[in-house]
């Protein structure tokens, strides 16, 4: 079983940049894809970014250019930085760590983003 916690979301201004952080119980990233989502009420989680085990990244198209995932091993913690925040950023971010083929998929409780002046 893999516990997922995630922290940093809160209210930011249009523009502004906020880090989210996910830390993993144990040292899952060499087996893991670790992943950010995000939802918004009435609509489907929608994939933000992900990172492989060896490091190869991919980005949902309306974090391209703006947001960065990345991960520090020692730590077991991925992060997503978030630049030039837009107000339909706002939504719930969620971790995720997911191995398809043996069909482990757990996710983190969630933090909520709120881009608003």
């Known amino acids: 079983q893999v516990q997922l916690v995630e922290s940093g979301g809160g209210l930011v201004q249009p523009g502004g940049s906020l880090r989210l952080s996910c830390a993993a119980s144990?040292?899952?990233?060499?087996?893991?894809?670790m992943g950010w989502y995000r939802q918004t009420l009435g609509k489907q989680r929608e994939m933000v970014a992900t990172?492989?085990?060896?490091?190869?990244?991919n980005y949902g198209t309306s974090a391209e250019g703006r947001f960065t995932i990345s991960r520090d091993s020692a730590k077991n913690t991925v992060y997503l930085q978030m630049d030039s925040l837009k107000p339909e950023d706002t939504a719930v971010y969620y971790c995720?760590?997911?191995?398809?083929?043996?069909?482990?998929?757990?996710w983190g409780q969630g933090t909520q983003v709120t881009v608003s002046s």
């Open positions: 995720n760590a997911k191995i398809a083929a043996a069909g482990y998929n757990y």
């Open positions: 144990g040292s899952i990233f060499r087996s893991y894809v």
């Open positions: 990172i492989t085990p060896a490091g190869s990244t």
